[in-house]
């Protein structure tokens, strides 16, 4: 399916909503996955397969985690305790525009980064990747 | 600790063509399909899974696969985990020796636990051990 400056928001949000089985109005772009509309690791991998289906932009948790972390090496990106540190709050902001650096330094650890992740992010990743796929097509 | 539905599971690869080799291995599939409550024994691997990537401390990361992982049962039908892929490689710059783990049902619970058992520091030191549990809802009986 080409890109063709499609937009991805109606895809990404009923993908949302059936695998949740929420209302489509829940599904507001500033929502976050596993935080505001209470998802768990399952579902958000039924989410991404139903972005596929209807979209053939294929994305993995993996991926999620890939952008989240920006190729930074997991010790340069939190301390010892896993809080992320400076470095990788730095790169969280570049991929989650969305978020308050002040308000989570000293708080968020790795394992917790997955929770600022947004219905818009996930919309603008499956953008992102279907421009590529696109261009590489 | 991690909480998954055996229905929701069962339901979701039932539903999803194609999803669940995406999660389990050949292997893993054959043993659960070969038992009667396929969807409890889906529920435990899955619970193992996220157990182990918890006793990990990266949850799902960059470049890993959910088939990195696999559940497999020795000859007295105890579960063990073999790696691969990158969780194999991150396990291992965190100086994994092997991965214990158990899976029950109780409760209406199917519970993984892992436990990621880290090669020997000094002679006087014992292994370290970090300990995660993941928890699946599933029914009242041990798998061995």
């Known amino acids: ?137 | 600790m991690d909480l998954a539905e055996v229905a929701r599971v069962e339901e979701l690869m039932t539903a999803q063509p194609g999803l669940r080799e995406r999660v389990f291995t050949p292997r893993e599939l054959a043993y659960c399909y070969r038992h009667r409550r396929a969807g409890e024994h889906l529920a435990g691997r899955w619970a193992a899974k996220e157990a182990v990537l918890k006793s990990l401390g990266t949850g799902m990361g960059p470049r890993m696969e959910w088939t990195d992982i696999e559940v497999v049962n020795d000859r007295n039908g105890r579960p063990r985990v073999r790696l691969s892929g990158e969780v194999e490689a991150v396990a291992r710059s965190l100086g994994m020796h092997h991965i214990e783990i158990s899976l029950s049902h109780s409760g209406g619970l199917a519970v993984a636990h892992a436990v990621l058992v880290c090669l020997p520091g000094p002679p006087d030191t014992a292994p370290a051990r970090t300990t995660h549990t993941a928890e699946a809802e599933g029914d009242d009986r041990h798998e061995a």
């Open chain 1, 1 to 137: 399916m080409p890109y063709e400056g499609k937009d991805f928001s109606a895809i990404v949000q009923e993908a949302v909503a059936d695998a949740l089985g929420i209302d489509l109005e829940e599904v507001v772009p500033e929502a976050t996955l596993l935080g505001d509309l209470d998802a768990e690791s399952i579902d958000l991998l039924d989410v991404l397969f139903r972005i596929e289906r209807a979209s053939d932009v294929k994305i993995k948790v993996a991926d999620i985690a890939e952008l989240l972390q920006g190729g930074i090496p997991d010790e340069e990106f939190a301390d010892e305790n896993d809080i992320i540190n400076e470095v990788g709050l730095a790169q969280l902001k570049r991929s989650l525009p969305q978020i308050d650096v002040q308000e989570l330094i000293g708080k968020i650890t790795a394992d917790e980064v997955l929770t600022l992740f947004t219905v818009q992010n996930l919309t603008d990743l499956v953008t992102e990747r279907a421009a590529l796929a696109t261009a590489a097509a």
